[in-house]
Nanobody
């Protein structure tokens, strides 16, 4: 599996929205989960959302109710729609394949896309 590529980050004011994209070639054909995380330098990463091959979805507590994960299987792309953003959402957001398939777990994470939310 190739390294995923994220895009869509930027700077917004509190209350604004962003839509992040993660293109992870092969993740659908290898039946991988696709997870979004975020990390602030010097702090532990936080889990944001998961999309399973069977379509089940999970959301982490930090952004639950404000994010929606969706996919375009033909493009091996997963989207993260983020609404009502808060300054504490400022972080680097990255995606990573996970799952039962070992190839999914050992694949590298993406380099991430920066989200900055100002008050």
């Amino acid at each position: 599996l190739e390294q995923p590529v994220e895009s869509g980050g930027g700077s917004v004011q509190a209350g604004g929205s962003l839509r992040l994209s993660c293109t992870a070639p092969g993740f659908t054909s290898d039946n991988c989960d696709l997870d979004w995380y975020r990390q602030v330098e010097g702090k532990q990463r936080e889990w944001v959302a998961k999309l399973r091959p069977d379509g089940r979805i999970g959301y982490g507590e930090p952004m639950k109710g404000r994010v929606t994960i969706s996919e375009d299987r033909l493009r091996d792309t997963v989207y993260l729609q983020m609404n009502d953003l808060k300054p504490e959402d400022t972080a680097t957001y990255f995606c990573k394949t996970q799952g039962v398939n070992a190839d999914c777990r050992i694949a590298p994470r993406g380099q991430g896309t920066q989200v900055t939310v100002s008050s």
